[in-house]
């Protein structure tokens, strides 16, 4: 029985199972005398960091699966017409109606106006950028809102999102202009 087996042996019965003999035991054993404090550090930096690891990794799994659901979900929206306050295919969209229908459909909950969502996403760099991400405009003159335009990056340079009166949805280019009005990035 190598050491990490004989570490993880002790450390579950002394620290799961509180088993007071196993350790009178082992202190009695010259080849099994080992520190409790140090077993459980070892249980925790073998067992549970591990655990947690794989943990996180299974739940970014799975938050990615549902984020390629949303952007599968805005792909189908195009053609469909810009409506300010719009939230429907039927009804039409705007930018941020579009974004909060194609994650709610796939069972992520985000606000409704784009500003909201800026604040509920956490920033990244634009060098960051993966699919899936938001990217956040402010398109208008007006200095009151930063915000007030986004659409989810696709990769390469590109985006989908609900342009203005008169468009649909659409697929853009992150070209010189719209990369003058970039406000910032966010991750879900």
């Known amino acids: 029985m190598n050491i990490v087996n004989r570490t993880f042996i002790t450390t579950f019965c002394v620290s799961l199972l509180n088993f007071p003999s196993y350790t009178q035991a082992a202190s009695k054993d010259n080849a099994n005398q080992l520190n409790i404090a140090d077993l459980q550090l070892a249980y925790q930096l073998l067992v549970l960091k591990q655990s947690n690891a794989i943990q996180q990794q299974q739940f970014e799994k799975q938050q990615n699966k549902l984020i390629q659901r949303a952007i599968l979900i805005a792909r189908k929206q195009l053609k469909i017409r810009y409506r300010w306050g719009g939230t429907s295919p039927k009804k039409g969209f ?16 985000l606000p409704r106006t784009a500003a909201s969502q800026y604040k509920e996403t956490k920033r990244i760099s634009l060098s960051e950028l993966q699919s899936g991400d938001l990217i956040f405009f402010h398109t208008r ?19 989908i999102h609900a342009p203005r009166k ?5 697929i853009a280019k992150l070209n010189r202009y719209w990369k003058e009005k970039i406000v910032g990035a966010g991750r879900i």
Do not use: E, P
């Open 94 to 109: 705007d930018c941020s109606g579009l974004i909060q229908y194609s994650f709610k459909k796939a069972n992520i909950s």
């Open 141 to 159: 003159r007006r200095k009151q809102v930063k915000v007030n335009h986004v659409g989810i990056y696709l990769g390469n340079n590109q985006f």
């Open 166 to 170: 008169g468009k649909t949805v659409t």
